[in-house]
């Protein structure tokens, strides 16, 4: 593939309904901080292209658990990403689809996904304008925000008032819902799991004519990844302001009234803004294409559990099954992710006060920095070995997992009431958390790497960092033409695009710090 699919493919696959619906939510909630999200990929983007998809290259691999095979050996960490891979689709992708659907009535269809996105960019766009206008345009944002006090309040609280800090990226690291320093680090951890170790993600970038096309995508979708703050986070924001009484309701029953949830309605922002300021014909197609996007979102999620299942685990605990059952158990394994992502909608409507998007970066933060810490310590350090990463992953399961379920069985409290949550909820973020797991499963994995024997030479060459294949990570595919100095001369374009792309990052993090 060529470097524009390959881009847009990238932005496509990360911007489904649950992000359109959970970031304008948390932009209502809480302010512009939460677009950090989305630009702290530029970095993560360009690490894929320029340092993990040579090495991908490099090892001849074709999925990502055939990269952990052959660099450590063994079954059982393909078998635990696996479970892990079960284990996210329920709680971040399935369960969050089904709940940003649910906000929208039901109407669909059955049109492409790509298509569906682009048009839902589209007539973003559209009302994003319309919304602008409704408050004077972006000189009059921050006073509408700090106005957007809903009519009925929580005596003696200050939760119905927007936060002082909502024009700001950069946050208290010990007050801020969003720390600087969480957002800076932790999310770059997480960031790094979803951008270099998902096969859904990776494969698009593995895909590219060569490795001039890969950085040239990641580069492309690192632009596309600065617009969500003007076509999703800052119409949240237009949202609260224009209705307070019901995206910034605090009242549990006025919250109830408005969107069934008593813990909060900030989810509502993004539908909201459709419904109330799109005329008839636009809200239709809005409606119609965001739907179609969740459809195809769902099969494709559908389809890579089930194959997953089958193909990775029900095939080894059963190795003589005939394809007629690994087709039925298939059919039966989305019918189970159905029924356990449905059954779980009602805690994730009612968890991180009712806020969708900052819900699947919790999950997010509890389950994937392990995975991160063995990606990168099996790149980078030729000493790790099996016996490292499997334990490593084990503790950093534990911790995190127990921490998932203090966060389930302890909601914050609703406004109003003390916070009574253990200590590891209460004062350690979800993000900075993220760095101790990460941290933590590191120093797992080298102990048990120096404790026991070095990897074979096989599980090193050519699949870490320090042994690559040159002639291979240059990424040039058989029906690639290109000279070698063609090839050096889009290198240093890329490069320098990489730069400037870094120049207008670090810009726009100044100018809304």
């Given at each position: 593939?060529?470097?524009?699919?390959?881009?847009?493919?990238?932005?496509?696959?990360?911007?489904?309904?649950?992000?359109?619906?959970?970031?304008?939510?948390?932009?209502?909630?809480?302010?512009?901080?939460?677009?950090?999200?989305?630009?702290?990929?530029?970095?993560?983007?360009?690490?894929?292209?320029?340092?993990?998809?040579?090495?991908?290259?490099?090892?001849?691999?074709?999925?990502?658990?055939?990269?952990?095979?052959?660099?450590?050996?063994?079954?059982?960490?393909?078998?635990?990403?696996?479970?892990?891979?079960?284990?996210?689709?329920?709680?971040?992708?399935?369960?969050?689809?089904?709940?940003?659907?649910?906000?929208?009535?039901?109407?669909?269809?059955?049109?492409?996904?790509?298509?569906?996105?682009?048009?839902?960019?589209?007539?973003?766009?559209?009302?994003?304008?319309?919304?602008?206008?409704?408050?004077?345009?972006?000189?009059?944002?921050?006073?509408?925000?700090?106005?957007?006090?809903?009519?009925?309040?929580?005596?003696?609280?200050?939760?119905?008032?927007?936060?002082?800090?909502?024009?700001?990226?950069?946050?208290?690291?010990?007050?801020?819902?969003?720390?600087?320093?969480?957002?800076?680090?932790?999310?770059?951890?997480?960031?790094?799991?979803?951008?270099?170790?998902?096969?859904?993600?990776?494969?698009?970038?593995?895909?590219?004519?060569?490795?001039?096309?890969?950085?040239?995508?990641?580069?492309?979708?690192?632009?596309?990844?600065?617009?969500?703050?003007?076509?999703?986070?800052?119409?949240?924001?237009?949202?609260?302001?224009?209705?307070?009484?019901?995206?910034?309701?605090?009242?549990?029953?006025?919250?109830?009234?408005?969107?069934?949830?008593?813990?909060?309605?900030?989810?509502?922002?993004?539908?909201?803004?459709?419904?109330?300021?799109?005329?008839?014909?636009?809200?239709?197609?809005?409606?119609?294409?965001?739907?179609?996007?969740?459809?195809?979102?769902?099969?494709?999620?559908?389809?890579?559990?089930?194959?997953?299942?089958?193909?990775?685990?029900?095939?080894?605990?059963?190795?003589?099954a005939s394809e007629r059952e690994l087709l039925l158990v298939g059919r039966l394994v989305i019918v189970v992710l159905i029924g356990v992502s449905v059954a779980w909608t009602p805690i994730l409507q009612g968890s991180n006060g009712g806020q969708l998007f900052i819900y699947m970066q919790s999950v997010t933060s509890s389950l994937a920095p392990p995975v991160t810490s063995v990606f990168i310590l099996g790149i980078f350090w030729r000493r790790a070995?099996?016996?490292?990463?499997?334990?490593?992953?084990?503790?950093?399961l534990m911790v995190g997992a127990t921490r998932l379920v203090l966060e389930f069985l302890h909601p914050a409290p609703p406004c109003g009431d003390p916070d009574t949550r253990p200590a590891i909820l209460r004062s350690l973020h979800y993000l900075h958390f993220a760095i101790a797991l990460f941290v933590l499963t590191g120093a797992i994995v080298v102990a048990g790497s120096l404790l026991t024997p070095r990897p074979q030479q096989i599980q090193i060459?050519?699949?870490?960092?320090?042994?690559?294949?040159?002639?291979?990570?240059?990424?040039?595919?058989?029906?690639?033409?290109?000279?070698?100095?063609?090839?050096?001369?889009?290198?240093?374009?890329?490069?320098?695009?990489?730069?400037?792309?870094?120049?207008?990052?670090?810009?726009?993090?100044?100018?809304?710090?």
């Amino acid at each position: 593939m060529t470097w524009w699919p390959i881009g847009a493919s990238l932005f496509a696959s990360s911007e489904g309904s649950g992000l359109f619906v959970g970031l304008a939510g948390s932009g209502a909630a809480g302010g512009l901080a939460v677009a950090g999200f989305e630009w702290n990929a530029t970095y993560v983007l360009l690490a894929l292209a320029w340092v993990f998809v040579p090495i991908y290259i490099s090892s001849e691999i074709v999925t990502l658990p055939e990269y952990i095979q052959k660099r450590f050996g063994g079954q059982r960490i393909r078998m635990y990403l696996s479970v892990l891979s079960l284990l996210l689709s329920v709680f971040t992708k399935i369960s969050i689809d089904l709940y940003a659907g649910a906000l929208f009535v039901h109407i669909c269809l059955g049109w492409n996904f790509y298509l569906s996105t682009i048009l839902t960019l589209f007539i973003t766009a559209l009302y994003t304008i319309a919304a602008f206008n409704q408050i004077g345009g972006y000189g009059q944002l921050e006073a509408a925000y700090a106005q957007a006090i809903p009519s009925r309040t929580i005596a003696n609280t200050t939760c119905h008032l927007p936060r002082a800090d909502a024009m700001h990226m950069f946050r208290d690291p010990y007050t801020g819902d969003l720390p600087w320093t969480g957002m800076t680090f932790g999310l770059t951890i997480m960031a790094t799991w979803y951008w270099c170790t998902d096969q859904v993600i990776v494969q698009r970038s593995l895909s590219a004519r060569n490795l001039n096309h890969a950085k040239a995508g990641s580069i492309l979708a690192s632009y596309l990844k600065m617009l969500p703050m003007g076509l999703m986070i800052m119409p949240g924001m237009i949202s609260r302001a224009l209705f307070p009484d019901d995206v910034g309701c605090v009242v549990p029953s006025e919250c109830l009234r408005a969107c069934g949830a008593p813990i909060g309605c900030s989810n509502i922002a993004y539908p909201k803004l459709v419904m109330e300021l799109m005329p008839v014909g636009l809200r239709g197609l809005m409606i119609a294409v965001m739907m179609a996007a969740l459809m195809s979102s769902l099969t494709s999620i559908f389809n890579s559990s089930s194959t997953l299942f089958t193909m990775d685990i029900w095939r080894r605990l059963r190795p003589r099954a005939s394809e007629r059952e690994l087709l039925l158990v298939g059919r039966l394994v989305i019918v189970v992710l159905i029924g356990v992502s449905v059954a779980w909608t009602p805690i994730l409507q009612g968890s991180n006060g009712g806020q969708l998007f900052i819900y699947m970066q919790s999950v997010t933060s509890s389950l994937a920095p392990p995975v991160t810490s063995v990606f990168i310590l099996g790149i980078f350090w030729r000493r790790a070995n099996e016996q490292g990463a499997f334990w490593g992953l084990m503790a950093g399961l534990m911790v995190g997992a127990t921490r998932l379920v203090l966060e389930f069985l302890h909601p914050a409290p609703p406004c109003g009431d003390p916070d009574t949550r253990p200590a590891i909820l209460r004062s350690l973020h979800y993000l900075h958390f993220a760095i101790a797991l990460f941290v933590l499963t590191g120093a797992i994995v080298v102990a048990g790497s120096l404790l026991t024997p070095r990897p074979q030479q096989i599980q090193i060459e050519n699949l870490t960092w320090w042994t690559l294949a040159q002639d291979r990570s240059l990424g040039a595919k058989a029906d690639d033409s290109q000279s070698p100095q063609k090839h050096t001369f889009w290198a240093r374009v890329c490069g320098l695009n990489a730069i400037l792309l870094m120049c207008v990052n670090i810009f726009f993090y100044a100018y809304f710090a």
